[in-house]
């Protein structure tokens, strides 16, 4: 499969605080990628600079093979972008709205009726002929994704949508991200994790300004599903003692640890547990999972 965006060696600073030091990226077509990274990670300046709004100190990116400009908005004619909260003119309806922003990308009349009633439907926006004021975040949101559609672009740039939404504003518009798989490709960034178990087939994690893991998630979740599990010891038990002997298990906190292996692996640690009077309060064998996963990750 293509990808429609590339980026290769993406460094950014801004005065003396580095963001990206050298990310690379690849978005192949019709994927509904999820861009990951807690707050503060790099993520806007990212897609940013894929829109031409920043300018990046080195690298490379494309978009449809293209390569981005600073300043120039050339590459932007195959993007729709949602911003992580979008704006609106308050007074208007949702299809006064749509009906500017397709003149203002030079659509004709009747297309511009005839695609606003196709998104309206599509964003569950039909027949609300309310103000945008009276709208809640969740309805901004899909308005917005229906404002960001018109244009047909090839790349939906998604910064955040779910983040300000509540559980059922977040499943509907999720619904409406994966429902666009046919039609467009989808980058959304996001630091819920659940949100990309859901609906993405592809991700990159963005860490310290580069990816640390990205990938097929089904290619993840083979990665993540090495066996391990978890032992929390009683309080006042020395968990350096366990430590010092398994020098691979890992501390989650003063009393827990995480070590990988099967129940081969379960059944020695225990024995040496035993052995040496460390008692446990509980054993816990850990299910694989993309967050599991990250974790391990981002902690190296
Ligand atoms: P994310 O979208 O992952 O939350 P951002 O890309 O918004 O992260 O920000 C990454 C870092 O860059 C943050 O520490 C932020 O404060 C800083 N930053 C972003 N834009 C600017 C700017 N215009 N000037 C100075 N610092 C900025």
Do not use: W
């Not at 309080?235 to 081969?264: F, H, M, P, S």
């Not at 035993?274 to 446990?280: C, D, L, S």
């Amino acid at each position: 499969m293509a990808d429609i965006l590339k980026i290769s060696a993406l460094e950014k600073s801004f005065g003396e605080k580095k963001v990206l030091t050298g990310l690379d990226m690849s978005v192949p077509e019709h994927s509904i990628f999820g861009f990951i990274g807690r707050n503060g990670s790099g993520k806007t300046t990212t897609m940013k600079a894929v829109l031409g709004l920043i300018k990046a100190d080195a690298g490379e990116i494309f978009v449809c093979d293209e390569q981005v400009k600073f300043g120039q908005t050339r590459t932007n004619r195959n993007i729709g972008y949602l911003p992580d909260v979008p704006e609106f003119y308050p007074f208007m309806t949702p299809r006064e709205y749509l009906t500017l922003c397709g003149e203002s990308l030079g659509m004709k009349n009747d297309e511009i009726a005839k695609r606003s009633a196709e998104l309206l439907e599509m964003v569950g926006l039909a027949g609300e002929d309310r103000r945008i004021k009276g709208f809640s975040r969740g309805m901004k949101q899909r308005l917005g994704i229906a404002q960001a559609l018109l244009g047909r672009p090839r790349l939906l740039i998604c910064d955040e949508p779910t983040s300000a939404l509540d559980p059922v504003g977040r499943s509907e518009v999720l619904d409406i991200l994966v429902s666009l798989k046919s039609e467009t490709t989808v980058i959304f960034s996001t630091h819920i994790l659940s949100d990309v178990e859901r609906i993405c087939n592809e991700v990159a994690l963005l860490e310290k300004g580069r990816i640390v893991l990205g990938g097929s998630i089904d290619r993840l979740k083979e990665l993540g599903s090495a066996e391990g599990f978890e032992i929390k010891l009683t309080q006042g038990c020395d968990a350096d003692r366990l430590t010092e002997r398994y020098t691979d298990a890992r501390r989650k906190d003063e009393l827990t640890l995480r070590i990988v292996g099967g129940e081969d692996r379960k059944r020695e640690v225990l024995s040496f547990l035993i052995e040496n009077r460390i008692a446990i309060q509980r054993v816990e064998t850990l299910e694989p999972s993309l967050e599991a996963l990250f974790m391990e990750v981002v902690k190296k």
